[in-house]
């Protein structure tokens, strides 16, 4: 078996078909500002100019600010008022733990395409598809966690327009982040998948919830091989050297395996094994935040 390559710039050139078309009708210039620390590291430099490419490619434009890491806060509450910004993207790590944490809560939720303020994170936890009782303005989703699930539309391992187009799936997540693997977990969780999640504190399993239309998440003793042998999917994405890369002999064969850490999660021979095979995602979250742009001036301008 040899692993079918997915590529995520194909695929996120299908979604800015619909996004350049969005976008036009939108009766004013659509703008996007993104908050770079004048310190940032190399990963965020360059997440901010294949932003700054994507807005480019479907007529959004992009607003790059360049600040001090002591004054992101400011310019932050300044686009919040500002009538002339319609989204905010702000490239992690600025400081760092609990002050990037209390960066992402003063990010205007009315703004905020990566979906990561408190208003959207309960949103997708108790699993409201919809922020007003009209059902018109649709909730906004972290962009990473959206690229996965598209990319995993895409592997044909789902069955959209279904109410839980992941039943009957498990899943594989190594990370627990809050920005990516938790709500990874819960959107796999809310459309139907079992997932088991690992991180350095060990093992958790979202379960669905059909009767309360969400999810529920229980310790589990379950070891890695176990884990990986028995799922459909696999996701990655621990940022560090010290991960064991996933092998292929460790993976179910046929299983869809992403990795979306900026280093190498599983070894090459994984798509010995694998059935896809979608090596990074990086400009399917490119995409998907600007999805999100569009999404917020529709909500708020309805």
Known sequence: MTARIL??????????????ADVAAVPEPLTL?????EDADRASRTYAEYTRR???SVGVHFDLRVVPPGDVERAVRDAGGDDRVHGMLVYYPVRGGEPDRWLRELVDPRKDVEGLHSFWSRSLYENRRFVDAARTKRTVLPCTPLAILKLLDSAGVTRPGTPAPLAGLRACVFNRSEIVGRPLAAMMANDGAEVTSFDVDGPLRFVPDPDNESYRVRPVAVDRA???AGADVVVT??????FELVRAEEVRPGAVCVNF???????????DTAGVFVPRIGPMTVTMALRNAVRLYRNTHA
Request: proline letters at 5%; one cysteine or more; aromatic letters at 8%.
């Open 226 to 228: 176990t884990a990986l």
């Open 261 to 271: 850490s900026m280093l190498r999660n599983f070894t090459d021979d994984v798509v």
């Open 237 to 242: 994405g621990v940022p560090t050297r010290e």
């Open 33 to 37: 500002a993104g908050f770079l620390a």
């Open 7 to 20: 590529d995520p710039a194909v695929l996120a050139e299908s979604f800015r078909t619909q996004i350049r």
């Open 54 to 56: 994507a807005c480019d």
